[in-house]
């Protein structure tokens, strides 16, 4: 691994990617009044039971953490809802990602996948991210949702403001952190809310074919959702819908890139591209970090963890537990089986998965047959997204060939 943190420049927050991890599978930071859960067994377990580590984290951050309840609001968000509710609320959206609505994407996916390296085509030099990997899956959930894809440059800056902060996650801030912090994070919160609240009030009026109105329209218990889970349920959607894939495919180029024998291996054989997929996913896993909180005492990995606690669930870190994965720093896509944990586990299972597989897996194919060789300029370095909660590139310029 020494090799690639070298060559990339990885940033030393992205410890899971610098070698064999150190310590305990679950412990506690002082510093930051955390605990951590690194090993794969532990993760399963914390995932598998979601009656003793709640997805409502909000509760046990300290009141001077959060954002004023006016200003604020979770409701709607799946990714913080325990059951009942969440199960209900999932059913409203899952339908629109089943096997077969995903399926029948793949000529536009396709099709938007040519258009998009065709107009790159006209550049001096062609960068993944901002050409390919970052408007392909923006797009698509735009064209879903019902909003105008011509906004993705909006989506960009707000998805940016929030994601790639680059402080640790902490629950030990001075009261002037706290205060950047949030005021970093609610002016896009804030904006993207009264876009999308916008874009659902005209849906009220004037109902289209399109996943915002089956939003407006739907009912729970026999009540329509109230505007803030619709909008919620919305944001969720754009930004995970998309962040996701970007992340995905330039991580799979990237390990493309550094394992060359790996890419003359899939130009050889295209069925290898799903395999590659998901070792990229379980090497390179884009959402390294989930969050949790006890409801009770709880016995994990030979450790007592306290009720009322929040636990960092690294999933990136799991991916890599020899315990589980043999020689886990080679990348290695004939795994099988590959039980990575990369779009999660149980209930709250990454819902958009089929489809973030989808467009990698279209997006390699198309990129293997228009590029003679996948490589990067070593003249214009990758730069990785500083957010230590995820693994990704904001910046990867391909060269020519």
Not at 383 to 394: C, D, M, W, Y
Request: proline share 8%; aromatic share 8%.
């Amino acid at each position: 691994m020494s090799d690639i943190v070298e060559r990339y420049d990885i940033p030393q927050q992205h410890f899971w990617l610098h070698g064999p991890r150190l310590g305990p599978a679950v412990e506690f930071d002082a510093q930051t009044g955390l605990w951590g859960v690194y090993g794969y067994p532990e993760l399963h377990e914390v995932l598998s039971d979601p009656a003793t580590y709640s997805s409502d984290t909000m509760r046990v951050v300290p009141k001077e953490l959060r954002p004023s309840e006016d200003d604020f609001s979770l409701r709607g968000f799946i990714t913080q809802i325990d059951p009942p509710e969440h199960g209900k609320l999932r059913k409203l959206v899952s339908s629109a990602f089943t096997r077969k609505v995903v399926a029948d994407l793949e000529p536009r996916i396709a099709e938007l996948t040519h258009e998009l390296l065709d107009a790159a085509r006209e550049q001096d030099g062609f960068e993944l991210v901002r050409d390919l990997a970052y408007p392909l899956p923006v797009i698509v959930i735009a064209e879903l949702l019902g909003v105008p894809s011509g906004d993705r440059a909006l989506f960009k800056r707000w998805a940016d403001a929030l994601f790639q902060q680059d402080a640790p996650v902490s629950l030990n801030r001075s009261a002037e952190e706290r205060s950047a912090e949030l005021e970093a994070t609610m002016k896009p919160w804030k904006e993207m809310s009264d876009y999308l609240a916008a874009h659902a009030a005209e849906r009220r009026r004037q109902p289209r074919a399109d996943l915002l109105t089956r939003l407006v329209e739907a009912e729970v218990d026999g009540e329509h959702l109230p505007d803030e889970q619709v909008v919620n349920f919305a944001i969720l959607l754009l930004l995970a819908g998309h962040i996701t894939t970007t992340m995905l495919l330039g991580n799979t180029v990237l390990c493309l890139d550094a394992f060359p024998e790996q890419q003359d291996r899939v130009r050889a054989d295209r069925s290898t591209i799903p395999a590659v997929i998901e070792e990229s996913i379980r090497f390179m896993t884009p959402f390294a970090l989930l969050g949790r909180a006890t409801t009770r005492e709880a016995e994990l990995g030979g450790v007592t963890i306290p009720a009322d606690q929040m636990v960092m669930v690294w999933l990136a870190a799991a991916n890599r537990d020899p315990r589980q994965f043999p020689h886990p720093d080679v990348f290695d896509p004939s795994r099988d089986p590959n039980p990575h944990l990369g779009f999660g586990r149980g209930i709250h299972f990454c819902l958009g998965a089929p489809l973030a597989r989808l467009e990698g897996r279209i997006a390699l194919g198309v990129l293997l047959d228009r590029f003679g060789s996948l490589r990067t300029d070593p003249e214009d370095p990758v730069q990785f997204i500083p957010a230590p909660s995820l693994t990704g590139v904001r910046r990867l310029p391909l060269m020519r060939g």
